[in-house]
């Protein structure tokens, strides 16, 4: 495998360096891309310029792992006080003056029957109202 006059990366202890890590206020010949003149471009060069995607070096996986468990800690307690103190229903339900006895029927209509309802009372003929 030839690759010109550049380095074999096997045999040099100088492992390629990310431009992003590269002294940005250094005297580059090139200051976007961080490179001097002449200087041999690196096989990787699209994984190792300046354009590539940034390589994250802010936290360690340690703190990462326990700031996303702060936030899920977080999120389930919301929505444990969220649950705990909300109210069910969104709205108070709606009231109607005498028990909508008239919009089902009035009292001589044929009820629903209803769990508890005693089979005599129901074969008798019950109605609506109690009196």
């Given at each position: 495998m030839q690759n010109g006059n550049y380095p074999d990366p096997n045999l040099t202890s100088a492992l390629p360096v990310k431009r992003q890590f590269r002294d940005p206020y250094a005297d580059w010949w090139d200051k976007q891309e961080r490179r001097n003149y002449g200087e041999p471009v690196h096989e990787d060069n699209?994984?190792?310029?300046?354009?590539?995607?940034?390589?994250?070096?802010?936290?360690?996986?340690?703190?990462?792992?326990?700031?996303?468990?702060?936030?899920?800690?977080?999120?389930?307690?919301?929505?444990?006080?969220?649950?705990?103190?909300?109210?069910?229903?969104?709205?108070?339900?709606?009231?109607?003056?005498?028990?909508?006895?008239?919009?089902?029927?009035?009292?001589?209509?044929?009820?629903a029957r209803k769990t508890g309802d005693d089979d005599a009372a129901w074969i008798q003929g019950g109605s609506r109202s109690t009196s």
């Open positions: 699209d994984i190792l310029g300046i354009f590539s995607p940034e390589e994250y070096r802010h936290f360690t996986p340690a703190w990462g792992g326990v700031l996303v468990g702060c936030f899920v800690a977080t999120f389930t307690g919301l929505c444990l006080v969220v649950g705990r103190f909300y109210p069910d229903k969104p709205a108070v339900p709606r009231t109607f003056e005498g028990g909508l006895e008239e919009e089902m029927g009035g009292p001589r209509a044929v009820r």
